[in-house]
Antibody, heavy 125, light 107 residues
Framework: QVQLVQSGAEVKKPGASVKVSCKAS????????IHWVRQAPGQGLEWLGR????????SYARHFEDRFTMTRDKSISTSYMELSRLTSDDTAVYYC??????????????????WGQGTMVAVSS | DIQMTQSPSSVSASVGDRVTITCRAS??????LAWYQQKPGKAPDLLIY???GLQNGVPSRFSGSGSGTDFTLTISSLQPEDFATYYC?????????FGQGTKVEMK
């Protein structure tokens, strides 16, 4: 079935970097943008950015442009997000999510129809 | 950035009740609005896209409406599995932004 499976929980020290993976299966990986969204404990959802798995093109939320990197490996249908210079404010569950398209498959409808299970990233000294 | 404001922040309701959640955008977003349901410890699930489109597999008791700046999610007859937190999300312009969430609790 269509799914996104993320890597496991991480514990990092302030100033470190973290890299989370998101493996797609059950659909054509290069046909759908992948987005990253995070949720701090007890808080709401925050969009971080997206990647076009076909071209590797990315766009990021302005707030994260200098710390956030998204990449992909088409050979294994996997997207990655790396966040550097971590602080305690980065403690959150990080989700990857697939962009939903209309019935023709060619037009984005601007939302997320498949989500990964989430990866907890804890930043603590 | 477009700000999304949901109301109420929480609502207490009983099984069978009609529940309405509103979402207001800080500027017009046409119908670029989605609704999600999230249960504790789980990823969100898409309910509604493009303001009123029902996602495949979502029960018909869920419906969405609105355009421009004001939107509504309605649950026509609340079921036990509907107690959760609901989020709206705009995709008119980047960064895509979410409302702060509305928790539907058991009365």
């Amino acid at each position: 079935q269509v799914q996104l499976v993320q890597s496991g929980a991480e514990v990092k020290k302030p100033g470190a970097s973290v890299k989370v993976s998101c493996k797609a299966s059950g659909y054509t990986f290069t046909g759908y943008f992948i987005h990253w969204v995070r949720q701090a404990p007890g808080q709401g959802l925050e969009w971080l950015g997206r990647i076009n798995p076909s071209t590797g093109g990315t766009s990021y939320a302005r707030h994260f442009e200098d710390r956030f990197t998204m990449t992909r490996d088409k050979s294994i249908s996997t997207s990655y997000m790396e966040l550097s210079r971590l602080t305690s404010d980065d403690t959150a569950v990080y989700y990857c999510a697939r962009n939903r398209y209309d019935g023709s498959g060619s037009t984005s409808v601007g939302c997320f129809d498949i989500w990964g299970q989430g990866t907890m990233v804890a930043v603590s000294s | 950035d477009i700000q999304m404001t949901q109301s109420p922040s929480s609502v207490s309701a009983s099984v069978g009740d009609r529940v309405t959640i509103t979402c207001r955008a800080s500027q017009s977003i046409s119908t670029w609005l989605a609704w999600y349901q999230q249960k504790p410890g789980k990823a969100p699930d898409l309910l509604i896209y493009s303001s009123f489109g029902l996602q495949n597999g979502v029960p018909s008791r869920f419906s969405g409406s609105g355009s421009g700046t004001d939107f509504t999610l309605t649950i026509s007859s609340l079921q036990p599995e509907d107690f959760a937190t609901y989020y709206c999300q705009q995709s008119k312009s980047f960064p895509w932004t979410f409302g702060q969430g509305t928790k539907v609790e058991m009365k």
